[in-house]
């Protein structure tokens, strides 16, 4: 997907690839990413989700696209409507968000299941037809005033700080086997989401926002790595802008599974250029006032010369060369304090 820029000077890309033993196997990527810009709360909407992939869950490729769907299309109603209500009004209103994205989606199971009926069902063993469709989701609502994190299942959701403090969102759960996860086709769905409400101070909040499916954190040696990773990108970000990295994400996410986990991978970025875009009006205007220096620098001597030569005398023409490059260093000196940002990595980390 390419950079898209938002309200507020948030900026968004999105990126999936299948994995490297998908590859082999020749199992569809059942990843799913997705993004919405919101108006009225100034922000936007991030989904990623992850199908289970088993026979047991034969269409959860279709399933991790309905869970990004329903997440995107339920966070962002919920936000466009309620972006002016109070604090309290907000986090009261903001417990009802799982149970409607779990409705949406078994609203979009069910319509698939009568538009294209599964053949065979003897194998869900008495569960319902969503078991067919099993797919984790995470969900992130960021919008001017507040932010708002969900998932259930695996995955995770990072905010990167202005001063580069990366914090974990929303965090899923830990204490279950590696090759088990909780899911949005459970019965009891709801009960398992995991939900974080923030409010933006006066300092502002994140300054890059990023959701992955587990493949990406799966493929790093410990959680140290994997969370360098969002420091790494923000620095990229800031040193060469939301374009360059989106034109690197597909080749770094395959590189990543082809080293790392073999799963499948996918990345949904939201990041607040603002800082980047106030200092290339910074430097705007600074080249700006040193071109009106040098022009006045010109000007005065030559109207001088003019219209009042025995001022000219006095003011000795033949040190204006040097007086003229004085000038010129001393803007190139201002502007070049403006130009100085965070110095950005070329690539992101290598795998250990």
Request: charged letters at 25%; glycine letters at 10%.
């Amino acid at each position: 997907m390419p950079a898209v820029k938002a309200a507020a000077n948030w900026q968004i890309a999105t990126q999936s690839v299948r994995g490297a033993s998908h590859e082999q196997s020749g199992a569809p990527n059942q990843d799913a990413v997705g993004a919405q810009l919101l108006t009225e709360a100034r922000g936007v909407v991030l989904a990623v989700a992850d199908g289970h992939g088993d026979d047991r869950h034969a269409r959860s490729d279709r399933g991790s696209r309905f869970a990004v769907a329903a997440g995107i299309e339920v966070v962002a109603a919920w936000m466009e409507q309620e972006a002016t209500l109070a604090e309290a009004d907000l986090r009261r209103s903001a417990q009802g968000l799982p149970a409607r994205i779990v409705q949406a989606w078994r609203a979009k199971v069910e319509a698939d299941v009568k538009a294209d009926p599964p053949a065979d069902r003897h194998d869900l063993e008495g569960e319902g037809v969503e078991l067919l469709y099993g797919s984790t989701l995470v969900v992130a609502g960021i919008g001017g005033r507040f932010d708002v994190f969900l998932q259930v299942g695996d995955g995770d959701i990072l905010s990167v700080a202005p001063d580069g403090a990366v914090k974990r969102r929303a965090c899923g759960r830990t204490d279950l086997p590696s090759h088990l996860t909780e899911s949005m086709c459970q019965a009891d769905a709801v009960d398992r989401f995991r939900m974080e409400f923030v409010m933006r101070g006066r300092k502002g909040g994140s300054a890059l926002v990023m959701l992955s499916s587990d493949g990406y954190a799966n493929s790093f040696a410990d959680d140290a790595a994997f969370l360098k990773v969002g420091l790494d990108l923000k620095g990229l970000l800031e040193g060469r802008g939301l374009d360059h990295v989106a034109d690197k994400l597909a080749q770094w996410l395959t590189e990543t599974s082809h080293e790392g986990s073999g799963d499948d991978i996918s990345l949904a970025l939201a990041w607040d250029a603002s800082p980047r875009e106030n200092r290339r009006r910074k430097r705007m205007l600074l080249a700006r006032a040193g071109l009106s220096l040098v022009l006045l620098a010109i000007l005065i001597p030559l109207v001088t010369w003019a219209y009042f030569p025995s001022a000219w005398n006095n003011l000795k023409p033949a040190k204006w060369p040097q007086v003229l490059a004085s000038l010129v260093e001393k803007i190139q000196g201002r502007q070049g304090a403006g130009d100085a940002v965070q110095a950005a990595p070329e690539d992101l980390p290598p795998l250990p």
